[in-house]
Structures are given as structure tokens and as C-alpha cells.
């Protein structure tokens, strides 16, 4: 019999279109143009954060059938190693790894609307983390409407812009098809481009944090996992196309602001204050879903560690109330402070660090599972080799290029290991008085 508090296949598939549809497409493409302006190399580049993201949630699909429980890399990597790797993970999303992006979000929605509406873009933005996270300790029903009409509307503005972008004639584009791309394939900029890519697909696992909502998991997960990063990857693709084939490359290389550049190409200045609405939509969408995981993580630690039991409670509608306002805190102190930016690049790394680590896992489940319990990887261990060099590549150069921030990452890591060594002790002292 289902839950009463427990959410579908479609929810589960909005939850995973919502926090991998961010800002990141409608920005990183103008950066990637500095260095690499053949469209081939542009489509090869989202080709292949797209078939990272689809390895990645090929693997989480069989760990969340396997270990069923809500919590992400937390929980996996504490089953599949040790427990202190599940602790780091969940310490890395505790602090930042929700935190941040959602800070950067609202304030990103704040700078988009805010001029319109009037009022100051640190009011809108604060206000906007509040609110949504006061529906969200509501039910999770109501977490539910509100995710999926915002992820609708998301989807819905995305396909019109792709639509109109193929379809109009430009007056002049950044296409570019010639041979240069194999020369562009070999050049740093490429792994610089990359990083970008990857980032804009992060939420490929979003639903593998909420296990423990989703009804009939073993056959919803795997389904939602693979889907909304199907939908978001074809989506991709195509909008990298419209920019290119809308806007002359002079235009938007280096730039920031390609939807709206894009917008106004296709629609005129009007259109390019719509979309600024649209794309607050859109965000409001991503910083509702990470509302809605990241306390999942913190509930399912908590859990576990004494230290932080306190923030373990749901409601009667098994909500779990206290870890949605600590996070909410946090994002505040981001947020006011403006310390999120340099917070986000470094926890980029560790990040990326843990789905390489959670992905390995697979190696270890498929050791165990003798009896074949859940979904399976089909191909078997090419998608988790796929994923695994992909994210080497990337690690590796953040290592070389952000030396500081990668070192911040590691950082914070040593300081959750500190937690986690007073949290066992903290333990041990209550179990023995």
C-alpha cells in the first residue's frame, strides 16, 4: 500500500528537471565561446555532460534500489565504505552543497526581477528563501503542487523559446561547422569548457536523496532518474543550438546573460523583460527542489549521529521541519554575508569528489547483491567507467586551475572530519553516563 505522505513517478521526474535546470544554460554558453567557437565542439561538450549525468543516474538508480533510504551520497557511501565518508558527504551538504546554490539562486532571481517589481533585489531574495521554505514544511503534498506547477511552467517557457529559435529565420548566426573542432577537442579551453557543462548538469541524482518519499521506489527511482536527465539533456542541447543559431558570435561571446540576449534577439526588448519574469520562474523552481532535498540529507545524518538527533524530527505529516530551517539558516548567513560565490567554486569539487566516490559504489553493490534485488545497470561497468574518467578529468583540473578553492574544499573536509571525531566521542560519553 502507498504512503499517504509519499510522491510519485511524476513529482519524483519534476524534482530532478527542477534542480538540474538552473542558471547555468543560460549563462556558461559565452564563456565557452572565448576559446571554443566550433558548433561542433559546443554540441560534442553538452553531448557529453549529458552522457556523464545519464551514467551518474544509471548508478544511483541501482544504489537507491539496493540501499532504499533517503540521504543520497550520504547513505550510499556510509553502506558501500565507511561511515565516515557518508558523514564527510553529508557534513559537504549540510554546510554548503544546497546552501550555496540556493543562495545564488535567489539572489540571482532578486537581480533579475526586483528592478521591475520595484523593491530592493536582498529583500526579494530573502524573502523568496523564506516563503518556500515555509511551504515546504507544510506537507509534502503541498510540496508536491508547488514543485510540479513550477517545473511545468519551466519546461513550458524552455520549449517555447526552443521552439521560436529553430524556427525563425536570424539575421545573423554563430554557426560555425567546419573541421576546427578536431584541433578545438585537445585544447585546455575544452576542459575549462567542460567544467561549466557539468556544473549546469548537476540534479541529474536529485531524486536518489528522497528515496524514502517516493512510492514504489524500486521501480520509480530508476525511472525518474533516467527520464528527467533524458528531458533536461535533449533540452540542452537544443537551446545551445537556438543561442548559436539566433545570435551572431560577436554578440555573445564572453557574455553572461545569453537567454535574455537570445530573447531580445527573437522578441525585441519586451521579450527580453518577459524572460527576465520566466527565468525567475525558472529559478524559483531550482531553489524550491533544493529546499525540498537538501534537508533529506541532513534528516537521514541526523539520524544517525546523536550530535545532531535534534534535527532528525518530522512532523506528524513527516516533514522534517527542523533540518528544512537549519538549512534555511545557513542560506541566510550565505546570503547576507555574500560569501556563497567563493563557496559555491570550492564545494564544486568536493561535490564532484563524492559522485565519483558514490558511483564507485556500484562496484561494491554489485559484489554483494548476489541476488539480483532492484535495478539493475544495464552494460555494466561501462557507465560507471564512463563516469568515473569524465570526472577524473574534471577534478584533475580544477586541481591544476583553482588551486585555492580546491584547497578550501579540502578544507572544509579536514573540519568535518574534526566534527565527526567529537561527534563520536559526544556518542560514546552518552552511552556510557
Excluded at 532535498?293 to 516533514?319: C, Y
Excluded at 559522485?355 to 545497470?377: E, H, M, P, Q
Excluded at 580544477?398 to 573536509?413: D, F, M, Q, R, S
Aim: positive net charge.
Amino acid at each position: 500500500m502507498a504512503r499517504a505522505n509519499s510522491i510519485g513517478f511524476f513529482t519524483a521526474t519534476t524534482i530532478v528537471v527542477a534542480n538540474m535546470i538552473g542558471a547555468g544554460i543560460f549563462t556558461s554558453l559565452g564563456f565557452q565561446l572565448v576559446d571554443t567557437v566550433n558548433t561542433w565542439s559546443i554540441i560534442i561538450l553538452w553531448s557529453l555532460g549529458a552522457l556523464m549525468a545519464l551514467c551518474g543516474a544509471l548508478s544511483y538508480a541501482e544504489l537507491g534500489t539496493y540501499w532504499v533510504r533517503s540521504g543520497g551520497e550520504y547513505h550510499f557511501l556510509s553502506k558501500a565504505f565507511h561511515p565516515v565518508l557518508g558523514y564527510l558527504s553529508g557534513w559537504v551538504s549540510l554546510t554548503i552543497g544546497f546552501s550555496a546554490p540556493v543562495a545564488l539562486s535567489a539572489m540571482a532571481l532578486g537581480k533579475y526581477i526586483a528592478p521591475y517589481l520595484g523593491v530592493p533585489s536582498m529583500v526579494l531574495a530573502l524573502s523568496t528563501i523564506v516563503i518556500i521554505s515555509f511551504f515546504h514544511s507544510l506537507s509534502i503534498k503541498r510540496s508536491s503542487i508547488l514543485q510540479n506547477i513550477t517545473t511545468l511552467l519551466k519546461v513550458f517557457l524552455i520549449l517555447i523559446l526552443i521552439y521560436f529559435g529553430l524556427t525563425k529565420t536570424p539575421a545573423a548566426s554563430a554557426y560555425l561547422w567546419d573541421l576546427s573542432w578536431k584541433e578545438e577537442l585537445v585544447l585546455p579551453a575544452f576542459a575549462v569548457s567542460f567544467v561549466y557543462v557539468t556544473f549546469s548538469y548537476s540534479g541529474w541524482n536529485a531524486a536518489a536523496y528522497i528515496v524514502d518519499e517516493i512510492r514504489e521506489s524500486r521501480k520509480n527511482l530508476p525511472r525518474a532518474l533516467l527520464l528527467g536527465t533524458t528531458v533536461v539533456s535533449i533540452l540542452y542541447v537544443l537551446l545551445n543550438f537556438v543561442f548559436l543559431k539566433q545570435n551572431p558570435l560577436e554578440a555573445i561571446r564572453g557574455q553572461l546573460e545569453i537567454g535574455q540576449i537570445t530573447a531580445i534577439s527573437l522578441f525585441g526588448e519586451e521579450g527580453g523583460a518577459l524572460l527576465s519574469f520566466g527565468i525567475a520562474l525558472m529559478l524559483l523552481s531550482c531553489i524550491s527542489a533544493m529546499v525540498w532535498v537538501g534537508p533529506r540529507v541532513t534528516q537521514a545524518l541526523a539520524e544517525d549521529h546523536k550530535l545532531w538527533r535534534w534535527f532528525s524530527i518530522k512532523t506528524k505529516k513527516q516533514v522534517p521541519i527542523r533540518a528544512i530551517w537549519l538549512q534555511t539558516t545557513i542560506t541566510l548567513m550565505l546570503l547576507v554575508t555574500g560569501t556563497f560565490e567563493q563557496v559555491l567554486i570550492y564545494s564544486g569539487f568536493v561535490l564532484q569528489l563524492f559522485a565519483a566516490l558514490t558511483v564507485a559504489g556500484v562496484f561494491v553493490v554489485r559484489r554483494k547483491n548476489i541476488v539480483k534485488t532492484g535495478f539493475r545497470s544495464p552494460l555494466f561497468p561501462i557507465p560507471q567507467l564512463i563516469f568515473l574518467v569524465l570526472s577524473f578529468w574534471v577534478l584533475l583540473y580544477l586541481v591544476y586551475a583553482k588551486p585555492l578553492e580546491t584547497g578550501l574544499g579540502l578544507l572544509n573536509l579536514v573540519l568535518g572530519f574534526l566534527v565527526f571525531t567529537f561527534d563520536n566521542s559526544y556518542s560514546k560519553r552518552l552511552n556510557s553516563s
